[in-house]
């Protein structure tokens, strides 16, 4: 019998031992906080050496941002399913916000590890900021917003999904459904939508993505 090919690289022994070592991380960082772990338990947990740590990470915050950053790669493709098909500019940022800010409600241990990445992930020119960047041009193109700059908008964008996310990790299920679609009615708002508009996109795009959380943020 062949052996079939997957399309799929496989991944390297090392990418493995990173792999683990990260979801070794994530378990125990959900468990008690970042704060409360040790690169020990981590090393532990992942069953692999402490100097095998150190050949992916530097210390305890740099596999934290690995964390971050493989969050935020997952909200990404959440964001981008989402938006398949739609083309509209104001739903498609009124949906990828309420994806970022239903997180915070869903998980709200993963939304704080997100927020370390707050120092590296705020360029308005980043890669991983493409989605939204593309977003706020489409809707600028369009005629859709009206903005000073397709930059300070961006930022615009990430500072208060960002915000929103510190806030809404403390905030209880109805609070926090309200206050998300607040969040993102201002954004539209700020890009030159009509208010009864902002908050028509705002409470359509919050209502579904707070129902993957059982309506009550858990």
Same mark, same amino acid.
């Given at each position: 019998?062949?052996? +079939? ?52 990470? +530097? ?114 299920? +109805? ?10 009615? +201002? ?32």
């Amino acid at each position: 019998m062949s052996e +079939t090919i997957s399309p799929a690289r496989a991944k390297t022994k090392r990418e493995r031992t990173r792999d683990g070592l990260v979801a070794a991380a994530e378990l125990l960082f959900a468990a008690r906080g970042p704060d409360a772990v040790s690169i020990d338990e981590i090393t532990a947990a992942a069953e692999v050496a402490k100097g095998t740590f150190y050949t992916h990470f +530097t210390d305890k915050d740099d596999i934290e941002r690995a964390l971050a950053r493989l969050v935020r790669l997952e909200l990404e493709d959440q964001v981008a399913r989402v938006n398949d098909g739609i083309d509209d500019a104001g739903l498609r940022m009124a949906n990828g916000l309420a994806c970022y800010l239903s997180f915070a409600a869903r998980q709200p241990t993963r939304a704080r590890t997100l927020l370390r990445l707050q120092s590296t992930g705020a360029d308005p020119q980043g890669p991983m900021n493409a989605g939204v960047r593309s977003d706020v041009a489409r809707g600028v193109d369009s005629g859709r917003f009206e903005v000073v700059s397709v930059s300070a908008a961006v930022l615009i964008a990430i500072g208060a999904c960002l915000a929103g996310i510190a806030y809404l990790v403390r905030a209880p299920g +109805t609070r926090a459904q309200r206050t998300a679609g607040e969040i993102i009615a +201002t954004v539209l708002r700020a890009f030159g939508l009509k208010t009864a508009e902002s908050r028509k996109l705002a409470e359509a795009a919050v209502a579904a993505a707070f129902a993957k959380t059982g309506g009550n943020g858990k």
